[in-house]
């Protein structure tokens, strides 16, 4: 099977995230960037899927500044067969990617897109969603556990949503989105990364997609959320527990 | 300005307040921007349960119903929607976050080729819309171009709608084809509990990587939760570790909750946690590390070992509860 996986380049999720003083957008300053972990999650899934089907290509897109080829490297040590780099230095909304992934996809032909279910900078949780209704293909959200059929034409997807585990299923091409428990990603192997060297990066400009990347979505101005402070220590259970009933009468 | 439409969300023709909370939000967009306020329910034989949203002050409740409809699926109720917002003069879709809201509305507006903002906190009178980015640790000021708008709001961040004026229900036409039918629905496993819900209940309880194991939630952490009539949450931590499903999971990448109290109990305060329980009105913590983030937003910290404190504080909530 022929597996498409997206990745962002976003900020480690354990880095502070500061508002520039005129909120035209975050300072960057010594802010260490990663593979989206969620897409990191997509990779993990596909290259399993590969290798436990015996065969197939795991092939990754991103879409950005050059940098991105920095988190396509890591992928491919992880074992991705080659990658595709979208050259766009302006910021996109999700609808824009969207058009943009539908372009590569229509380009490779995979039976199967596995996406992350959510970038952890913006936020956003719609890209896998988008590119599912652009193309017309069945979606998978939040998926926490994939079944092939025998035949390879078919999958059952295990979502995590509210109250429950939903089961759906679809014939093939479809858009997955990976949720947190579908697996644990691996560790680049050094002869990974060794091999990763050599593997492809072929970069790809917007305009040979012809595509309209105009956002929908405008970022008017970005601000520091109302700071919530830390009130008192209290000694005792007891304490607390009198607190709680007498000055915060919430038990 | 067109009309606002609130995609209501049902389960087996029950309406959650999830619902409510989009109705409100509806209500507030017509407030500030004009149009009128519509509801649509979509399923399949949901036109008696339909009647439990005319008395809400809306203009109109739609009902789509057709058989295609009788579980949620993304395709076909993306179509359904789509082709409710062309014959309504529809210019703003709003549905709350849940996991059908996140799943279902990207899809609408890819279809009608609109953007969308997500997790929407405040709807502002210029039009734009505000929301957070990088697990709350920036909000945003957005607009959204084009003829349709759409946008999934926060639950916490709307209250449940009042009663108002008697609406009218309406039956909407639908034409879904096979192209709009690809996915199918095979099962459902609920997760059975007798605590309320994490996104409705009044005190939220929440365990971190300090329970150590899934079983000491079970022995330490559920007297508490009972005692005090709370829904359980834990931590991205204790999902990762395989202590609790991730349905319980508050945080960024998790469920958003905003009780009246909330107990981070062995929760060391990560960006991510925070940004799911941060407007919370009063937070607990416990946490033997008196240098724990998550002290810095408490409003009372307890530094303790919670497996003695926790035992104590169940017991002393008991009392007080008779």
């Known amino acids: 099977m022929k597996t498409l996986v997206t990745v962002k380049r976003v900020p480690d999720p354990e880095s502070t995230i500061r508002v520039k003083p005129d909120g035209s957008g975050i300072v960057t300053e010594n802010v260490k960037y990663v593979i989206n972990p969620f897409d990191e999650i997509a990779i993990e899934e596909a290259l399993r899927i590969k290798e436990k089907q015996g065969g197939g290509e795991v092939v990754l897109v991103s879409i950005g500044a050059k940098v991105v080829s920095e988190q396509l490297r890591t992928g491919l040590a992880m074992g991705a067969d080659r990658a595709i780099f979208v050259a766009c230095e302006q910021e996109l909304d999700s609808l824009a990617v969207a058009r943009l992934l539908a372009k590569i996809v229509e380009r490779e032909n995979p039976e199967l897109l596995v996406m992350g279910k959510q970038a952890i ?11 599912a209704a652009l193309l017309g293909w069945p979606q998978a959200t939040f998926a926490s556990k994939l079944e092939f059929s025998a035949d390879q034409k078919s999958v059952q997807v295990t979502r995590e949503v509210d109250g429950g585990l939903e089961t759906i299923g679809f014939a093939l091409p479809g858009v997955i989105t990976a949720d947190l428990r579908l697996n644990e990603p691996r560790y680049a192997s050094l002869p990974g990364i060794m091999k990763a060297r050599k593997k492809e990066i072929k970069e790809i400009s917007v305009s040979e997609l012809g595509v309209d990347i105009t956002s929908r979505l405008k970022i008017q101005k970005l601000t520091p959320p109302a700071k919530k402070q830390g009130g008192k220590k209290v000694e005792t259970v007891q304490a607390l527990v009198d607190l709680l009933h007498t000055e915060a009468k919430v038990i | 300005m067109g009309n606002v ?52 002050g809306l203009t109109k409740v739609l009902v789509a119903d057709d058989p295609a409809l009788a579980n949620y699926l993304a395709d076909v109720y993306a179509a359904a929607l789509a082709q409710i917002i062309k014959a309504h003069e529809v210019s703003l879709l709003i549905a709350t976050s849940t996991a059908i809201g996140k799943d279902l509305l990207p899809r609408v507006a890819a279809r009608l080729g609109v953007g969308m903002a997500s997790d929407v906190v405040g709807i502002n009178a210029d039009g734009t819309f505000t929301r957070p980015m990088y697990a709350g640790n920036v909000m945003a000021t957005v607009s959204l171009d084009g003829a349709v708008k759409v946008i999934s709001i926060r639950g916490t961040a709307f209250d449940a709608t009042q009663a108002g004026d008697q609406a009218p229900v309406e039956k909407v036409t639908l034409s879904l084809d096979a192209a709009d039918k690809k996915m199918r629905f095979v099962s459902f496993d609920e997760i059975k509990s007798d605590r309320p ?14 329970l150590k194991s899934g079983e000491n939630f079970t022995t330490y952490l559920e007297p508490l939760v009972d005692a005090l009539g709370a829904a359980m949450g834990a ?86 509860k008779g």
């Open chain 1, 121 to 131: 900078d913006d936020d956003a949780n719609q890209a896998g969603q988008m590119l």
């Open chain 2, 5 to 56: 439409l609130v995609f209501a969300e049902h389960h087996k023709g029950k309406f959650p307040k999830s619902t409510l909370v989009a109705l409100q939000a509806g209500k507030e967009a017509v407030g500030k921007l004009g149009g009128n306020c519509l509801a649509a329910v979509v399923g399949s034989g949901v036109e008696g349960a339909a009647q439990a949203l005319t008395g809400y």
């Open chain 2, 197 to 210: 819900s994490l996104t409705e209940a009044r005190i939220v309880v929440s365990g971190g990587r300090g």
């Open chain 2, 235 to 320: 931590s991205r931590a204790a999902v990762d570790a395989g202590f609790v499903p991730n349905d319980l999971q508050v945080g960024q990448t998790g469920k958003v909750v905003a009780p009246e109290l909330y107990f981070a109990v062995g929760i060391s305060g990560a960006i991510q946690h925070l940004a799911g329980m941060k407007d919370s009105k009063v937070i607990v913590a416990v946490n033997k590390d008196p240098e724990a983030p998550i002290f810095s937003i408490a409003d009372y910290g307890l530094v303790a070992d919670l497996f003695k404190a926790v035992p104590e504080l169940t017991e002393e909530v008991k009392k007080i």
